[in-house]
């Protein structure tokens, strides 16, 4: 089967701990992203990577680093510098990085920090 | 800074019935989208429509896009129990980012 995969689906984590969510596409995909919900919200973009070994800050990167070395996987780390980082993470691909194309989410995982 | 505002925030209505979404938007925008989200799952792509398109259509799903009311809205006839989800819809952050922003959804129950 094609698609995303995120793990896990729940995570929980002491305050003060750097948190590394995982993120596998199997669609060939170019582009991928991370997008950050809150209760009632909306998606906020976290950040995004167009290619290989590229990626660039969205609207809320502060605390968060991520990597591109390979096509198939955009890991996010959620750093201690988070200062609000209890949420539901998205992870979404799409063919190339752009609004024409159509975004691929995996299931999502949901951090849970005391 | 939000693009895409859905109205209503929530809507309740029993199966059979039909469902109408709106999205309003601030700036001129290339396309937009609209996504469907069930409780605690990820996005799943419903329609794409151009700005230069006035209507699309997708099984029981139509969605128009009035440019010059910068707003588009999205109706699922004869509803079903299984529509029950959030949608969302999503534009260019100011028309040619190339990013797409999400507005907060709407919130559809369908009663059965």
């Known amino acids: 089967d094609g698609g995303i995969t995120q793990s896990p689906k729940y995570l929980f984590r002491k305050e003060g701990q750097n948190v590394t969510l995982s993120c596998e596409q199997n669609?060939?995909?170019?582009?991928m992203y991370w997008y950050r919900q809150d209760p009632g919200q909306g998606l906020r973009l976290i950040y995004y990577?167009?290619?290989?070994?590229?990626?660039q800050k969205g609207d809320i990167a502060e605390g968060y680093s991520v990597s591109r070395e390979k096509k198939e996987s955009f890991p996010l780390t959620v750093t201690s510098a988070q200062k609000n980082p209890t949420a539901f993470y998205l992870c979404?691909?799409?063919?190339?990085?752009?609004?024409?194309?159509?975004?691929?989410f995996g299931p999502g995982t949901r951090l849970t920090v005391t | 800074s939000q693009q895409g505002e859905e109205d209503p925030q929530a809507l309740s209505i029993q199966e059979g019935e039909n469902a109408t979404m709106n999205c309003s938007y601030k700036?001129?925008?290339?396309?937009l989208q609209w996504y469907r989200q069930n409780s605690g799952r990820g996005l799943v792509h419903l329609i794409l429509?151009?700005?230069?398109?006035r209507e699309k259509h997708s099984g029981r799903l139509r969605v128009t896009l009035d440019t010059s009311k910068k707003s588009s809205s999205l109706l699922i006839t004869a509803s079903r129990a299984a529509d029950t989800a959030s949608y969302f819809c999503?534009?260019?952050?100011?028309?040619?980012?190339?990013?797409?922003?999400f507005g907060k959804g709407t919130k559809l129950t369908v009663n059965p």
């Open positions: 669609l060939n995909h170019d582009a």
């Open positions: 429509i151009r700005s230069n398109e």
């Open positions: 990577s167009q290619i290989v070994n590229d990626f």
């Open positions: 979404a691909s799409s063919p190339r990085q752009g609004v024409d194309y159509e975004q691929y």
């Open positions: 999503a534009t260019d952050k100011e028309g040619g980012s190339e990013k797409l922003v």
């Open positions: 700036t001129s925008i290339n396309n």
